[in-house]
């Protein structure tokens, strides 16, 4: 620190809500939830000729440079951070959207709407969705890189899922255009689907590490984890329900393809089968043979 200059440079952190007041040697104390940084105006601190400019201010007219300070480090606290709390809730409401509600119920609806604008209804949830990642991502490294928590879990797990869903929309418009064209899954149907499902459970879990970063209240966990339970429930059931009505479906085409063999083979043995006496003509050519021969 430079007593010389005229400002200098400092961090802070602090922890808000109710007061611990325990005296247990085991209670749990929670970490910082808001941060920031500030510059200190050095002007403020110089006093008069008193070697305590904290006796006598009054007398001297001497303005106490804790209470400029304080009101200086106060302000420069609350606005930097009210704008981090803000960012940080903008990030995670955005990310349970999406990834909790949107991106599930496109997967879902896909399977039980029966319509010819189905596949529309899926694709624009889904870019929908997938513009709610793309601000979530970039408001999530915003703040990694401010606080400096790139190296963290839970900033690590989302630029994996964000490499996992970059070329999703592009898989997508593979898998429709393909269906189309051949009437049956491809490969790039399989590689949109399991990227799909894979970057939702991936989402959810990284929401948790999102909770536990943020020391977020218990009553927040609990909500989440039922929203994101129920949500991974309805999917499951329906993609069940889907595969069952698929086997049954094909059983019963198996059972007719296999009645239609049936049926032409049993009309072939029916069918009557035209006899022709051949003895006049074999007569007739050995006749003709042994008049060759005589």
């Not at 400096?148 to 255009?177: C, S, V, W």
């Not at 894979?198 to 927040?220: D, F, M, P, R």
Request: aromatic share 8%; proline share 2%; charged share 15%.
């Amino acid at each position: 620190m430079d007593f010389t200059g005229s400002s200098s440079n400092w961090i802070f952190a602090s922890k808000t809500g109710a007061r611990m007041d325990s005296d247990d040697i085991s209670a749990n104390i929670n970490m910082h939830n808001s941060q920031g940084a500030f510059v200190w105006d050095l002007s403020q601190t110089k006093g008069g000729s008193d070697h305590n400019p904290f006796l006598n201010s009054a007398a001297t007219g001497f303005a106490s440079p804790v209470a400029s300070i304080a009101t200086t480090t106060t302000s420069i606290a609350s606005s930097e951070s009210a704008g981090s709390e803000a960012v940080v809730l903008a990030h995670g409401i955005l990310a349970c959207i999406a990834f909790v509600a949107i991106f599930p119920l496109g997967g879902i609806l896909i399977r039980i709407i029966d319509s010819k604008n189905t596949v529309r209804i899926h694709a624009g949830l889904q870019l929908l969705g997938y513009a709610f990642f793309i601000a979530v991502f970039v408001l999530g490294i915003a703040m990694a890189v401010k606080l400096d928590y790139l190296d963290n879990e839970h900033a690590k797990l989302g630029i994996a899922i964000f490499a996992i869903m970059i070329l999703q929309p592009a898989f997508g418009f593979l898998h429709h255009h393909l269906y189309k064209k051949y009437q049956r899954r491809t490969a790039w149907s399989h590689v949109h689907v399991w990227i799909g499902r894979v970057a939702i459970v991936l989402g959810i879990v990284n929401g948790g590490t999102g909770l536990k970063l943020g020391h977020a209240s218990v009553g927040s966990n609990i909500a989440y984890g039922v929203c994101a339970g129920m949500m991974c429930a309805i999917y499951i059931a329906v993609r069940y329900t889907a595969l069952f009505e698929e086997s049954e479906e094909s059983e019963i085409q198996n059972v007719a393809h296999s009645e239609d063999e049936a049926r032409i083979t049993s009309d072939r043995d029916k069918k009557p089968v035209k006899v022709v006496d051949l003895s006049r003509g074999i007569g007739a050519i050995s006749l003709h043979g042994n008049c060759k021969q005589g």
